[in-house]
């Protein structure tokens, strides 16, 4: 599956944006898709995770309340809302994707092969 990230640009500090995570090929009902994000000189980290089939959605506890994860297979898209942007949100964001992933998996970046390019978002103080 290919994934292509968008919806990245420059928010005012409490200003939302939506990121999207579209994907081709075939089977996307069964992966599990996540948002990483990265910030310059830090390491990439694990954000949000909507899981294949029922759709159960994880959060890291820094975007809980703030970003909602959600998925639309029939366009093959995942969606991420992030509202209350704070300045160190500013990172590039990431999408994966892995098949059928175990549950214990979702926040580990080494197990999703599929990546996306990445979107950059830039929060204003």
């Known amino acids: 599956v290919q994934l292509q990230a968008s919806g990245g640009g420059l928010v005012q500090s409490g200003g939302s944006r939506r990121l999207s995570c579209s994907a081709s090929g075939r089977g996307f009902i069964n992966y599990t898709v996540a948002w990483f994000r990265q910030a310059p000189g830090k390491e990439r980290e694990f954000v949000s995770a909507?899981?294949?089939?029922?759709?159960?959605?994880y959060y890291d506890d820094f975007v809980k309340g703030r970003f909602t994860i959600s998925r639309d297979n029939d366009k093959k898209t995942v969606y991420l809302q992030m509202n209350n942007l704070q300045p160190e949100d500013t990172a590039v964001y990431y999408c994966?994707?892995?098949?059928?992933?175990?549950?214990?998996?979702?926040?580990?970046?080494?197990?999703?092969?599929?990546w996306g390019q990445g979107t950059q978002v830039t929060v204003s103080s």
């Open positions: 909507v899981k294949y089939g029922v759709g159960t959605t």
């Open positions: 994966a994707a892995a098949s059928f992933l175990h549950d214990d998996d979702y926040n580990t970046a080494r197990y999703y092969n599929f």
